[in-house]
């Protein structure tokens, strides 16, 4: 994998998180039925373990000795 590539997978991890807990906080303040509410938790919960995961292969990937 090419430095860019894992850059690209750390922004993206990156994006995901600010994107999905920045969602939650304001979810969390708003006066929405509680099914609303736990349908859009699990689907941050999923959201913010995916980010998490492309984040980390692209942050392993930067320190993985590289042939370019």
């Given at each position: 994998m090419t430095k860019k590539t894992a850059w690209i997978l750390v922004t993206a991890g990156a994006w995901t998180?600010?994107?999905?807990i920045s969602r939650v906080v304001i979810l969390a303040g708003q006066d929405t039925s509680t099914?609303?509410?736990v349908v859009h938790f699990a689907l941050a919960a999923v959201s913010i373990?995916?980010?998490v995961a492309v984040g980390l292969i692209g942050v392993r990937a930067l320190r993985a000795p590289h042939a370019d």
């Open positions: 998180l600010y994107v999905w099914g609303f509410k373990g995916f980010g």
